[in-house]
């Protein structure tokens, strides 16, 4: 059976920036989906996430190169909100605190049955429901 990893913002925006420290641990990452099986999986809100920064600067050229990017990312499913993920995040946002993008996330991630949630965000670690690794 394949692997899933979820992948949060973060590490696609250090990649696609060319951040000097993460860049090169997100593209290690990322490099690792389609081998093995692997697949990745990512929430649609991260993609609104990604899009604003481009956005604000009124760089909407940039904001499109990215949106391309993640739709022709290879082995990556952009993953929607639906019924499930919406109870999932608010059990988590219950549980942890947590805030309301990082639980529907994470709730994504769980939903598509990932095992792995790789993020640089250490307060996310604290969820039990999924590992959460540290970029």
């Known amino acids: 059976m394949a692997e899933i990893i979820a992948i949060d913002t973060p590490v696609f925006i250090y990649l696609f920036e060319d951040h000097p420290r993460f860049a090169p641990k997100a593209e290690k990452i990322l490099r690792t989906l389609g081998t093995r099986g692997r697949t990745g999986v990512f929430s649609a809100l991260g993609m609104i996430e990604i899009l604003t920064g481009p ?18 990312f ?3 499913s952009i993953v929607g909100l639906n019924d499930r993920i919406v109870w999932l995040a608010s059990d988590l946002r219950a ?41």
């Open 95 to 135: 549980k942890y605190g947590i805030a309301t993008p990082d639980a529907v996330h994470i709730a994504t991630a769980i939903d598509a049955g990932a095992k792995h949630f790789i993020t640089n965000d250490k307060a996310l670690v604290k969820v039990k429901e999924i590992r959460a690794e540290i970029l």
């Open 55 to 72: 956005k604000k600067k009124g760089n909407r050229d940039l904001a499109a190169e990215y949106e391309y990017r993640l739709r022709h």
């Open 74 to 76: 290879p082995r990556l």
